[in-house]
C-alpha cells in the first residue's frame, strides 16, 4: 500500500517563500500525477497544482505565479514551493495521488497533511 | 473555472436512517465527479469515484449517482461512523475544485 508523507517547517514568515516535500513509500512514482491540495482554516479544500509522469506541471491560475511543483523520482519526492506568502496561505497542505486511466482526476491516496501557519 | 455547489451544507439523522447530499457543477462535468469523507484531523478518503464507482473497502451502503451537472451521494443505513465531512470534487478539467462540504452529524 503507497502511503504519503508530508515534511517541511510548520511556520513561515510573511513575504518568504513555503517549502513542502511529499515523500512516497511502498510504490513507485512512475506513471501517475501527484497532487497539492491545502485546507485553510474554516474554509473549503482548494487544489493548488500537480506534475505529471514526464514532468509536466498544471497548476491553480490563482497560484501559479507564485507556485513551483518539481519532482524528483530518484528520491520517490515531490516537491511545492510557494513564494511571497501571505496569511492567506495559511492552511493545512497535502500531497495526493491522482491515478493514471481513468479518464478523470481524482485523489485516491493522501498524505496526513501538514499545517503550516504563515506568522511573523 | 468549473463551480461546484453542495447542499445541504449540513444534515442530521439517526442511525439506521438515509441521508443525500447534492453537488451541482456549473457546467457539464459527464461523470467526473467524485466524492470524499473527511473526518477530524484526517485527510480526505475517496468514497466514490465517477460518480457511482465504489472504491475498495468502501461500505456499500454508500452510493452515487448522476451525470452532466447534477450529482448525489446517498448513504443508506448511516452508522456513528459516518459522521463525516463530505466533498465533491469534478476531475473534468483544471483547475481541478471541490464542493464546499456537507456535514453529516447522526443523532
Known amino acids: 500500500q503507497v502511503q504519503l508523507q508530508e515534511s517541511g517547517p510548520g511556520l513561515v514568515k510573511p513575504s518568504e517563500t513555503l517549502s513542502l516535500t511529499c515523500t512516497v513509500s511502498g510504490g513507485s512514482m512512475r506513471g501517475y500525477w501527484w497532487n497539492w491540495v491545502r485546507h485553510p482554516p474554516g474554509k473549503g479544500l482548494e487544489w493548488i497544482g500537480s506534475?505529471?509522469?514526464?514532468?509536466?506541471?498544471d497548476y491553480n491560475p490563482s497560484l501559479k505565479s507564485r507556485l513551483t511543483i518539481s519532482v524528483d523520482i530518484s528520491k520517490n519526492q515531490f516537491s511545492l514551493k510557494l513564494t511571497s506568502v501571505t496569511a492567506e496561505d495559511t492552511a493545512i497542505y497535502y500531497c495526493?495521488?491522482?491515478?493514471?486511466?481513468?479518464?478523470?482526476?481524482?485523489?485516491?491516496?493522501w498524505g496526513q497533511g501538514s499545517l503550516v501557519t504563515i506568522s511573523s | 473555472d468549473i463551480q461546484m455547489t453542495q447542499s445541504p451544507s449540513s444534515l442530521s439523522a439517526s442511525v439506521g436512517g438515509r441521508v443525500t447530499i447534492t453537488c451541482r457543477a456549473s457546467q457539464n462535468i459527464n461523470n467526473h465527479l467524485h466524492w470524499y469523507q473527511q473526518k477530524p484531523g484526517k485527510a480526505p478518503n475517496l468514497l466514490i469515484s465517477?460518480?457511482?464507482i465504489l472504491q475498495s473497502g468502501v461500505p456499500s451502503r454508500f452510493s452515487g449517482s448522476g451525470s452532466g451537472t447534477d450529482f448525489s451521494l446517498t448513504i443508506n443505513n448511516l452508522q456513528p461512523e459516518d459522521s463525516a465531512i463530505y466533498y465533491c470534487?469534478?476531475?473534468?478539467?483544471?483547475?481541478?475544485?471541490f464542493g464546499g462540504g456537507a456535514k453529516v452529524e447522526i443523532k
Open positions: 506534475i505529471g509522469p514526464t514532468g509536466r506541471t
Open positions: 470534487q469534478q476531475g473534468h478539467s483544471s483547475p481541478l475544485t
Open positions: 495526493a495521488r491522482d491515478p493514471p486511466a481513468t479518464g478523470s482526476s481524482e485523489f485516491d491516496q
Open positions: 465517477s460518480a457511482s
